[in-house]
């Protein structure tokens, strides 16, 4: 320790702000629940780790329905929207019971979890390896297991300064 006083911690608003100046992706982590039931929440928080064993991160609230059913089934799929899908990233961030209704899905054994077939642009099904637990959320490292892709020409749904973007068309 150097012996100097901790600094005093800072403030949520000031670590929001921070963290909305920070353009990101946006994705849908999805997860197959108790008794079979889809689930899933928008999340922001996805980074790569490693390309071998192609590894990633997502960071999920510790009290998210979505985490639990994560980690009780040991499997989960990041849905990458594109930038036609606002309206998804909203309805998942919303908590509504009746998200799956509203969207169409498709599942099966093979996928980490539930892949939003209109919504996505690319999907990686991914096995937990290892999780930590920081403040009130959970950052789960998955192993991703497959990639599939939609052959549609879509462009990445963005979130920064709290507002939704695309990532522009490239001038040829």
């Given at each position: 320790?150097?012996?100097?006083?901790?600094?005093?911690?800072?403030?949520?608003?000031?670590?929001?702000?921070?963290?909305?100046?920070?353009?990101?992706?946006?994705?849908?982590?999805?997860?197959?629940?108790?008794?079979?039931?889809?689930?899933?929440?928008?999340?922001?928080?996805?980074?790569?780790?490693?390309?071998?064993?192609?590894?990633?991160?997502?960071?999920?609230?510790?009290?998210?329905?979505?985490?639990?059913?994560?980690?009780?089934?040991?499997?989960?799929?990041?849905?990458?929207?594109?930038?036609?899908?606002?309206?998804?990233?909203?309805?998942?961030?919303?908590?509504?019971?009746?998200?799956?209704?509203?969207?169409?899905?498709r599942h099966t054994p093979s996928y980490g979890g539930p892949h939003l077939v209109d919504d996505a642009h690319v999907i990686g099904d991914c096995v937990v390896r290892q999780t930590a637990f920081i403040g009130d959320h959970a950052v789960v490292f998955g192993e991703v297991s497959q990639v599939?892709?939609?052959?549609?020409?879509?462009?990445?749904?963005?979130?920064?300064?709290?507002?939704?973007?695309?990532?522009?068309?490239?001038?040829?």
């Amino acid at each position: 320790m150097s012996g100097e006083p901790a600094a005093p911690p800072v403030p949520p608003e000031d670590f929001r702000m921070l963290m909305a100046n920070f353009p990101t992706g946006v994705s849908i982590v999805t997860a197959i629940g108790p008794g079979g039931a889809p689930i899933g929440m928008t999340c922001s928080s996805v980074c790569s780790v490693s390309v071998a064993p192609p590894t990633l991160i997502v960071c999920l609230r510790r009290e998210s329905p979505t985490l639990a059913a994560v980690l009780a089934r040991g499997s989960f799929a990041v849905n990458l929207l594109h930038d036609g899908s606002r309206s998804k990233a909203e309805l998942f961030a919303s908590g509504r019971e009746d998200r799956f209704d509203l969207v169409r899905w498709r599942h099966t054994p093979s996928y980490g979890g539930p892949h939003l077939v209109d919504d996505a642009h690319v999907i990686g099904d991914c096995v937990v390896r290892q999780t930590a637990f920081i403040g009130d959320h959970a950052v789960v490292f998955g192993e991703v297991s497959q990639v599939g892709n939609h052959p549609d020409e879509k462009r990445p749904l963005l979130y920064g300064l709290r507002n939704y973007a695309a990532w522009p068309v490239p001038e040829c």
